[in-house]
């Protein structure tokens, strides 16, 4: 498709719970970034990946965050035991190997009570 | 670590006056984008500079690149309601030729009044 489609628009969650956010990136676009957006308007980068290898991972809060992009499936960005903290706007971005122009989910909605 | 100044933080403008946002950062790089983001939504991609004194233009906002500078500026030309948004800059700081992660500025916040 010619948007990058992320699911679900908004996800409620107590806290401890699991969340899982769901990302199909453009056709043909090779790489797919993760953020997260907080309140302030801060962007976070989590992780990105070229095709299903991570290509840098050096955002993502190991401890309770994980994410994949498997062959013929949606990008997934899960989050175990979520915290207060956890709150935030995670947008799924996806570009061609240039670059130069990265496209971007209308982002998914995590609230976390 | 990489940083990006976006200022002002909020701009308050008259429609039909011009204005420009500035974008400076802290490290090398050759490539700088624009985003405009509406309440609630998605990233607008506005533009691409790719190279030193790159120029780009879209109705009434313009951008350039000077690298040197390490500066990147949004000017806007006779302001209308509809560019009330949050502008952000983001900075791509391995070069051109290959996707990697950007480092966003603070954002603009840009209210356009009658």
């Known amino acids: 498709g010619e948007e990058v489609a992320q699911t679900p628009k908004h996800l409620v969650r107590g806290e401890g719970q699991k969340a899982k956010l769901y990302c199909a990136p453009i056709?043909?676009?090779?790489?797919v970034f993760w953020y997260q957006q907080v309140l302030k308007n801060e962007f976070k980068f989590l992780i990105s990946?070229?095709?299903?290898?991570?290509?840098?991972e050096t955002g993502m809060p190991k401890e309770r965050f994980s994410a994949k992009c498997l062959p013929n499936s949606p990008c997934s960005l899960e989050i175990q035991a979520t915290k207060l903290e956890d709150s935030a706007v995670y947008f799924c971005?996806?570009?061609?190997?240039?670059?130069?122009?990265?496209?971007f989910g209308e982002g998914s909605w995590l609230t976390v009570v | 670590e990489l940083k990006v100044e976006q200022n002002p933080l909020f701009l308050s403008m008259q429609e039909g006056k011009n204005y420009t946002i500035y974008c400076n950062y802290s490290?090398?790089?050759?490539?700088l984008y624009w985003y405009r983001q509406d309440p609630g939504k998605s990233l607008e991609s506005l533009f691409v500079?790719?190279?030193?004194?790159a120029v780009k233009q879209e109705g009434r906002l313009m951008a350039s690149l000077d690298t040197k500078a390490r500066l990147s500026t949004l000017h806007i030309t006779a302001a209308v309601h509809d560019l009330s948004a949050t502008y952000f800059c983001?900075?791509?700081?391995?070069?051109?030729?290959?996707?990697?992660?950007?480092?966003f500025g603070t954002g603009t916040r840009l209210q356009v009044t009658l």
């Open positions: 971005a996806s570009s061609q190997p240039s670059g130069n122009t990265i496209y």
């Open positions: 056709k043909g676009h090779s790489y």
């Open positions: 990946f070229q095709n299903e290898n991570v290509f840098d």
């Open positions: 490290t090398t790089s050759d490539r």
């Open positions: 500079l790719l190279s030193n004194g």
């Open positions: 983001a900075v791509d700081p391995s070069g051109a030729g290959t996707a990697s992660k950007l480092t």
